[in-house]
């Protein structure tokens, strides 16, 4: 029965796999200098200490984006609202940020909170109107999404532009409100002890506290979990407030570290790529670092390659498609399975 | 304000409304037949921008708008049929399923469009045509009316008629009935013979269908050329249209001419003095006070009911 424990495992694994077989396909279709192209996509990302730097980097926002879709998903939620609140909530740690006169350590932490909590408040409000009268929250957190940067748009031009600045942007960030270089020669800061942190939180969470456990539950069988005494619409309440949490913190630690003003123009897409993480991951907490690793290093490595050769970077597009869809078909490989089972069977009979 | 009322008490306002209509109508209308079967198509948004850039590539290279709409229609019924091969044969979860459809489309059409132009803003390199405009004899001549009915784009005349066509559907033909069965009890359909996985296919690809013409018409119509993520959200609007149309063909009619008047609504806005990035969030708005109004009503009359 071993084998058969491993199987989800293997058959991620073969998902990246054939993932990583179809991008060199298409490697080979498209460049005219094939070898070259695919070593800088598979081994840019880990040839220097920089590009190392970029790969951990970039996991920082997608563990807080795949641990807040894990949740959701969890419960059978399709929200995919962590995009907006990843934004709107950035920008209100930049708004915070932006001030003087706080000292290096209360202010990062007021900033990201400020974030979290105007998170949670944005998402209260979808899983409100899906609890109370069963709206549907993937159109609805869709809607908030574009509803959310116009809003931020107009907040960032009319409040915090610094008309000084060439491009669109906020004021700059004070240094106090900055996170902290944690790797010498790159750019990782404190938000990844922030967000391996968090992993550990969710994970006690989900698993060892009951509120985990009715999460767990409504998940699985929301009309079960109601008979047996849970009160679900209570449960998919606190789900959001917290996933919305996440989501916003992550936006503001990713503000905070990695940008000295605010100047997102445009959604920046660590929410959906957040849909991939806790798919990719399972919904389990652990395996979301995991995830976020992997797509992180992809990600680089297909940045590395626009760069320096002649693929653009939105061909991973296709390739994050075909993820999404092959993890999650439940008869992929399922003969593998089945046969697996029989010998099982076979052996014991 | 009453440069506001100015605004909508002219004709082409009213014309507007039929215009930016249009690709909610036909999205909202292959949402209907999707969900009607039981496999909602929350993949609509992703086929109609491909549907959007395939027109413009096959027009661009066949030198014919027709051509390039059949290639519009093509493609978007091949996206649908991935999604249907997925969910009815490998068993993806359909929502999953259509959120990775609609990943793919974001960013494969501007992977495609860099491929073939070395841009990856707008297919302004391509030389793609535009479908016609049709001028209706009698009708245009009639005052006011005349310039608010007449004088649509080929495909906002199709839209109307595909309303039509979807409500004849499933009100009178055998497959109509079929999607009906299969949506609301599909092993009850099996147990009268009614084959649920062929059904459904063919519901999931007549929406592909519907929302490729969608497309066509924002890239072939709406504006003559492709540009990056240029359906904005409107397969979304069109779920929330279906949904608050009850699901029938009527009434998702109806609602999408609503979401239409809110777009048209926010394009009009824009001439006055109020900031862009607010006016832009309009459509967006109506539609979360369009879906709670709707789902505050059902649940209270469940509550009466129960």
Same mark, same amino acid.
């Given at each position: 029965m071993?084998?058969? #424990?491993?199987?989800?495992?293997?058959? %991620?694994?073969?998902?990246?796999l054939?993932?990583?077989?179809l991008?060199?396909?298409f490697?080979?279709?498209?460049?005219?200098?094939?070898? =070259?192209?695919?070593?800088?996509f598979?081994?840019e990302?880990?040839?220097?200490?920089?590009?190392?730097g970029?790969?951990? =980097?970039l996991?920082?926002?997608?563990?807080?984006?795949?641990l807040? $879709?894990a949740l $959701?998903?969890?419960?059978?939620?399709?929200n995919?609202?962590a995009?907006?609140?990843?934004f709107?909530s950035?920008l +209100?740690?930049?708004?915070?940020g932006?001030q003087?006169?706080?000292?290096?350590?209360?202010?990062?932490?007021?900033?990201?909170?400020?974030?979290?909590?105007?998170?949670? $408040?944005?998402?209260?409000?979808?899983?409100?109107l899906?609890? #109370?009268?069963?709206?549907n =929250?993937?159109?609805?957190?869709?809607?908030?999404?574009?509803?959310?940067?116009?809003?931020?748009?107009?907040?960032?031009?009319?409040?915090?532009r610094?008309?000084?600045?060439?491009?669109?942007?906020s004021y700059?960030i004070?240094?106090?409100?900055?996170?902290?270089?944690?790797?010498?020669?790159t750019?990782v800061? %404190?938000?990844?002890?922030v967000?391996?942190?968090?992993?550990?939180?969710?994970?006690?969470?989900?698993? #060892?506290t009951?509120?985990?456990?009715?999460l767990?539950m %409504?998940?699985?069988n929301?009309a079960?979990?109601?008979?047996?005494?849970?009160?679900?619409?209570?449960t998919?309440?606190?789900?959001?407030?917290?996933?919305?949490?996440i989501?916003?913190?992550?936006?503001?630690i990713?503000?905070?570290?990695?940008?000295?003003?605010f100047d997102? %123009?445009?959604?920046?897409?660590h929410g959906?790529?957040?849909?991939?993480v806790?798919?990719?991951?399972?919904?389990g907490?652990?395996?979301? +670092?995991?995830?976020?690793?992997?797509?992180a290093?992809i990600?680089?490595g297909?940045?590395?390659?626009?760069?320096?050769?002649?693929?653009p970077a939105? $061909?991973?597009?296709?390739?994050?498609?075909?993820?999404?869809?092959?993890v999650?078909?439940?008869?992929f490989?399922?003969?593998? #399975?089945?046969r697996?089972?029989?010998? =099982?069977?076979?052996?014991?009979? | 304000?009453?440069?506001l009322?100015?605004?909508? @008490?002219?004709?082409?306002?009213?014309?507007s *409304?039929?215009?930016v209509?249009?690709?909610?109508?036909?999205?909202?209308?292959?949402?209907?037949?999707?969900?009607?079967a039981?496999v909602?198509?929350?993949?609509?948004?992703?086929?109609?921008?491909?549907?959007?850039?395939?027109?413009?590539?096959?027009?661009?290279?066949?030198?014919?708008?027709?051509?390039?709409?059949?290639?519009?229609?093509a493609?978007?019924?091949?996206?649908?049929?991935?999604?249907?091969f997925?969910?009815?044969?490998?068993?993806?979860?359909?929502i999953?399923?259509?959120?990775a459809?609609?990943?793919?489309a974001?960013?494969?059409?501007?992977?495609i469009?860099?491929?073939?132009t070395?841009?990856?803003?707008?297919?302004?390199?391509?030389?793609?045509?535009?479908l016609?405009?049709?001028?209706?004899?009698? *009708?245009?001549?009639?005052?006011?009316?005349?310039?608010?009915?007449?004088?649509?784009?080929v495909?906002?005349?199709?839209?109307?008629?595909?309303?039509?066509?979807?409500y004849w559907?499933?009100?009178?033909?055998?497959?109509?009935?079929?999607?009906?069965?299969v949506?609301?009890?599909?092993?009850?359909?099996?147990s009268?013979?009614?084959?649920?996985?062929?059904?459904r296919? *063919?519901?999931?690809?007549?929406s592909?269908? @519907?929302?490729?013409?969608?497309?066509?018409?924002?890239s072939?119509?709406?504006l003559s050329?492709?540009?990056?993520?240029?359906?904005?959200?409107?397969?979304?609007?069109? /779920?929330?249209?279906?949904?608050?149309?009850?699901?029938?063909?009527?009434?998702?009619?109806?609602?999408?001419f /609503? @979401?239409? @008047?809110?777009?048209?609504?926010?394009?009009?806005?824009?001439?006055?003095k109020?900031?862009?990035?607010l006016i832009?969030?309009?459509?967006?708005?109506?539609?979360?006070?369009g879906?709670?109004?709707y789902?505050?009503q059902?649940?209270?009359k469940?509550q009466k009911?129960?």
């Open positions: 071993l084998k058969l #424990k491993y199987f989800e495992l293997f058959r %991620t694994l073969a998902v990246v054939i993932a990583l077989l991008t060199m396909l490697i080979l279709l498209i460049s005219d200098n094939k070898l =070259e192209t695919m070593r800088i598979l081994a990302p880990v040839s220097s200490r920089s590009h190392v970029n790969v951990i =980097e996991a920082i926002p997608l563990i807080f984006t795949g807040a $879709m $959701m998903f969890r419960m059978n939620l399709f995919l609202g995009e907006g609140i990843f709107f950035g +209100v740690a930049a708004a915070v932006i003087t006169g706080l000292s290096p350590f209360v202010h990062p932490l007021l900033a990201i909170l400020a974030g979290g909590a105007v998170g949670s $408040m944005i998402a209260f409000v979808v899983g409100f899906k609890a #109370k009268w069963d709206a =929250e993937l159109v609805t957190s869709l809607m908030f999404n574009s509803i959310l940067l116009g809003v931020g748009l107009y907040i960032l031009n009319y409040f915090l610094d008309a000084s600045a060439y491009t669109t942007s700059k004070a240094a106090t409100a900055q996170l902290a270089r944690i790797i010498p020669g750019r800061h %404190t938000g990844l002890i967000a391996l942190l968090l992993v550990v939180l969710v994970y006690l969470f989900v698993y #060892k009951r509120w985990g456990y009715e767990r %409504t998940g699985a929301r079960f979990a109601e008979y047996s005494g849970i009160k679900t619409g209570r998919i309440v606190y789900v959001h407030l917290i996933s919305g949490f989501a916003g913190i992550g936006g503001s990713e503000v905070l570290g990695m940008h000295p003003r997102w %123009t445009a959604l920046p897409g959906f790529d957040g849909a991939l806790a798919m990719l991951a399972k919904n907490p652990a395996a979301v +670092v995991l995830s976020a690793f992997f797509l290093y990600r680089v297909a940045d590395m390659m626009s760069r320096y050769s002649d693929v939105e $061909m991973l597009a296709v390739i994050q498609s075909v993820i999404l869809l092959l999650s078909a439940d008869q490989l399922k003969f593998w #399975k089945n697996m089972l029989l010998k =099982e069977a076979q052996k014991n009979g | 304000m009453d440069k009322l100015e605004i909508l @008490f002219t004709t082409e306002f009213a014309y *409304i039929f215009r209509t249009t690709p909610i109508l036909f999205a909202a209308l292959g949402a209907l037949l999707s969900n009607r039981g909602p198509n929350i993949g609509l948004e992703g086929i109609m921008l491909t549907s959007a850039l395939v027109g413009v590539i096959v027009s661009a290279y066949t030198g014919s708008a027709w051509i390039g709409l059949l290639g519009a229609a493609g978007g019924m091949l996206l649908a049929w991935i999604l249907a997925f969910t009815l044969q490998l068993k993806t979860d359909v999953l399923g259509g959120i459809i609609n990943a793919f974001s960013g494969g059409t501007v992977f469009l860099y491929m073939l070395g841009e990856k803003g707008t297919s302004s390199q391509l030389a793609s045509k535009m016609p405009e049709v001028h209706i004899p009698l *009708i245009r001549d009639i005052p006011v009316l005349g310039p608010i009915l007449s004088g649509h784009h495909l906002t005349y199709l839209s109307i008629i595909s309303a039509v066509f979807v559907l499933l009100k009178h033909t055998p497959l109509g009935l079929r999607i009906r069965a949506g609301e009890n599909p092993k009850a359909a099996q009268v013979g009614v084959r649920v996985k062929r059904t296919y *063919i519901a999931l690809v007549l592909g269908l @519907f929302a490729s013409l969608g497309g066509a018409f924002m072939m119509g709406y050329l492709f540009t990056r993520d240029m359906t904005a959200g409107r397969g979304w609007i069109a /779920l929330a249209a279906e949904s608050m149309g009850r699901s029938t063909a009527v009434g998702t009619t109806a609602t999408s /609503l @979401f239409g @008047f809110a777009q048209a609504l926010s394009n009009a806005l824009q001439l006055l109020i900031p862009s990035e832009q969030t309009v459509p967006y708005l109506a539609t979360v006070i879906l709670v109004i789902a505050w059902r649940t209270r469940a009911g129960g």
